[in-house]
């Protein structure tokens, strides 16, 4: 069993860029300029990520959450010294799922997974670890690193504050969970089908040529947004498979493959799908 310090997996994607990820399935970016280093998102925050970024740099560090989500950030706790910047629409979700209740809940739903918490996990600390006060974040706010620069663009849609990082030098998109081939579009702080397919249309005018989501551990060809925006112009609701939902069991929703594609591979690449609830299917103001 892993300890805190030993819980991330580190894969250097290229030069100053590493994707940090650990037994949840989510991960978590860093990249090192020659001024300074970004870490987008903090994950459930149960190992020592600090730890297992401070072995990667020394480099003065920013903060950036893709939105309030508990696997995206939960993590901040450990980067109280650093700015942590998030989009404010995403502030009550944040607050709310980095709340002691909250916390004691992500700890219930892993304690029988093995391997889910480090050997020396402190369940005390970590349920009453502090909410840490974010900072605003807006579109086409840039992050110059030194060598790396990075601009924030807004993609609601999985929630009214998702934002992804455009890697300008690769011409990659950091997207979060803002798209990828199992979206969802059901709790509370999730938006429409109609501005979530704005944000794909929007993303596919940007001049990149991977993307990169935080629940897959390779880049894709960017050229995967068009299967999900077939997927999202096309969903029908009413031949939807029910979504067994273990996480978040009180919100009903269907699985929304898309059209033609395998269901076997549902969730994968080969196969996106939208997991939405009824009520998403309406229009509604971001």
Not at 123 to 148: C, R, S, T, V
Not at 239 to 252: A, H, R, V
């Amino acid at each position: 069993m892993k300890t805190s310090k030993e819980f991330y997996n580190v894969c250097k994607v290229k030069e100053s860029v590493y994707h940090i990820g650990s037994t949840e399935g989510v991960f978590m970016d860093l990249f090192v300029g020659s001024n300074q280093a970004l870490l987008w998102d903090t994950g459930y925050g149960f190992g020592n990520l600090r730890h297992t970024v401070e072995a990667l740099t020394d480099k003065p560090l920013i903060v950036v959450n893709s939105h309030g989500h508990l696997d995206h950030a939960c993590g901040n706790f450990q980067f109280s010294d650093c700015p942590v910047y998030m989009h404010l629409k995403d502030k009550k979700s944040y607050e709310y799922f980095n709340s002691e209740s909250a916390r004691r809940e992500n700890i219930e739903r892993v304690k029988d997974t093995k391997d889910a918490l480090p050997s020396d996990f402190d369940e005390e600390y970590y349920i009453h670890a502090p909410i840490i006060p974010i900072l605003p974040i807006k579109e086409d706010d840039q992050f110059d690193l030194g060598g790396i620069t990075l601009t924030v663009k807004e993609v609601p849609g999985h929630t009214a504050g998702s934002i992804g990082l455009i890697y300008e030098e690769e011409h990659w998109f950091y997207a979060g969970d803002a798209m990828n081939p199992f979206v969802w579009l059901f709790l509370p702080d999730a938006l429409s089908l109609s501005i979530y397919l704005k944000s794909l249309e929007k993303a596919k005018t940007f001049n990149c040529n991977q993307l990169c989501i935080s629940h897959h551990q390779e880049l894709l060809d960017y050229t995967i947004l068009e299967s999900f925006i077939r997927c999202a112009k096309e969903l029908d609701y009413t031949s939807g498979i029910p979504f067994e939902n273990t996480l978040f069991p009180q919100y009903k929703a269907r699985i929304c493959p898309l059209k033609g594609a395998d269901q076997t591979l549902i969730g994968q690449v080969e196969c996106p799908a939208i997991v939405i609830s009824e009520d998403r299917l309406l229009e509604k103001k971001s």
